[in-house]
């Protein structure tokens, strides 16, 4: 009997460890973004494809979200107004909608006046690729094509700003 409940323990301390292990994005930090191809489904770029190569010599906010995510839509309202203030500073910010429909997801971006570029994960290539546990999630990937941040849940306007303004000094000092 003291051998069953030490094994039950073990296995419930093993399953401890395992949910309080950081997240695998995380790991991103640091490295170089992983490639991806995105169908826009909306705004004034819909139907184009828009890859992290196209997108290279900018910062890259990648946010990946649901409509069915509650605490998104803060979030989304907050990265529309950082699209519109920093876009002209080669910042782009770019929507990817996982596990949802299109109409759900257009409906989503519609009601909330998205117009910052967003697209459907077809196959949820994106969520694997940049090791997503659920969302949302944020990278900030440099003009470089590094990923500088990872935020996993609701990343706040005011620290966005903070980090994209790092990045376009630096971007700035190292082209003077």
Known sequence: MLVGVLGLVAVLLALLGYGLRPAASIGLKGESAPSFSLQIFSGAQAGETLTLEGLAGKVVVLHVWASWCDECRPEMLALERVWRDYRSRGVEVVGVDYLDTDTAGLAYLAD????????????????????????????????????????????????????????????????S
């Open 112 to 175: 909330l006046n998205i117009s910052f570029p967003n697209g459907p994960d077809v196959g949820s290539k994106i969520f694997q690729a940049y090791h997503c546990s659920g969302v949302p999630e944020t990278f900030i990937i440099d003009h470089e094509g590094i990923v500088r941040y990872v935020h996993i849940g609701v990343v706040s306007e005011t620290e966005l700003r903070s980090l994209l303004d790092m990045l376009i000094i630096g971007k700035e000092a190292k082209q």
